[in-house]
C-alpha cells in the first residue's frame, strides 16, 4: 500500500504569509495527488487535484505543484479564510490514501 | 446543485451493526464511482471504500474488509454502507463522497458526515 506523509503537522502564519505545505509519496504516484482544505465541524473541500490543477472556485493564491513521489501545496498571501488543516490524498491505486494533515493556526 | 446527505448513524455495542445512508440530488448518481472516507474524533481523514458506478467493483481498506460493505441502489439514488463487527475504533464521522475522474480520481463533493460511535 501507498503511504503518504506530509510536513509540517502544524504550523503558525500570519495573514499575508507565504505557506508551503509538502506531501511525499512511498512509492511513484505520478500526478494522483489532491489537496483538500477542512475547517472545524465541516466535510473536505477540493482544492487541487492532479497535483495542480485548479478546482472551480478556489482562489488563485492557492498552487500545488509536484510528480512522482514529492509534492507541495502553496498558499502565496495567506487569507484569514485559509486557516484551517490541509490533508493530501493519493488516488494512485487502491487502497487510496490521505496525508495525516496540516493544520495552519494564526500567529 | 449537487447534495449528498448522509443518515443512520448513532451508538452501537462493539461487535453490533449499523447501516450508513447516503441520499444524493443534482447529478446522474448512477454514472459515478462512490466514496465512504471516516475521520475518528480529533484526528485526520482516513479512506475507507469506493464502489464503481455500477456496483461491480468495491475497494476497502484493509481494517474494514470483511465487516464492512459497500453497495448502491441506483434507482433511489443512494449510497450504503453495512458496517458489522463494530470495535470502538471504528467510531468515526462517516462522509460520504462523489468521485470523479478529470486527469485522476478525486472526490469533488461530499456530505455532511453522520457520527458513528462504538462504545458499551
Known amino acids: 500500500d501507498i503511504q503518504m506523509t506530509q510536513s509540517p503537522s502544524s504550523l503558525s502564519a500570519s495573514v499575508g504569509d507565504r505557506l508551503t505545505i509538502t506531501c511525499r509519496a512511498s512509492?511513484?504516484?505520478?500526478?494522483?495527488l489532491n489537496w483538500y482544505q477542512q475547517k472545524p465541524g465541516k466535510a473536505p473541500k477540493l482544492l487541487i487535484y492532479a497535483a495542480s490543477s485548479f478546482q472551480s472556485g478556489v482562489p488563485s493564491r492557492f498552487s500545488g505543484s509536484g510528480s512522482g513521489t514529492d509534492f507541495t501545496l502553496t498558499i502565496s498571501s495567506l487569507q484569514p479564510d485559509d486557516f484551517a488543516t490541509y490533508y493530501c490524498?493519493?488516488?494512485?491505486?487502491?487502497?487510496?490514501?490521505f496525508g495525516q494533515g496540516t493544520k495552519v493556526e494564526i500567529k | 446543485e449537487v447534495q449528498l446527505v448522509e443518515s443512520g448513524g448513532g451508538l452501537v455495542q462493539p461487535g453490533g451493526s449499523l447501516r450508513l445512508s447516503c441520499a444524493t440530488s443534482g447529478f446522474t448518481f448512477s454514472g459515478y464511482w462512490m466514496t465512504w472516507v471516516r475521520q475518528a474524533p480529533g484526528k485526520g481523514l482516513e479512506w475507507v471504500a469506493n464502489i464503481k458506478h455500477d456496483g461491480s467493483e468495491r475497494f476497502y481498506v484493509d481494517s474494514v474488509k470483511g465487516r464492512f460493505s459497500i453497495s448502491r441502489d441506483n434507482a433511489k439514488n443512494s449510497l450504503f454502507l453495512q458496517m458489522d463487527s463494530l470495535r470502538a475504533e471504528d467510531t468515526a464521522v462517516y462522509y460520504c463522497a462523489r468521485a470523479l475522474f478529470t486527469s485522476n480520481w478525486n472526490n469533488d463533493y461530499w456530505g455532511q458526515g453522520s457520527l458513528v460511535t462504538v462504545s458499551s
Open positions: 490524498q493519493h488516488t494512485h491505486s487502491a487502497p487510496w490514501a
Open positions: 512509492q511513484s504516484i505520478t500526478n494522483n
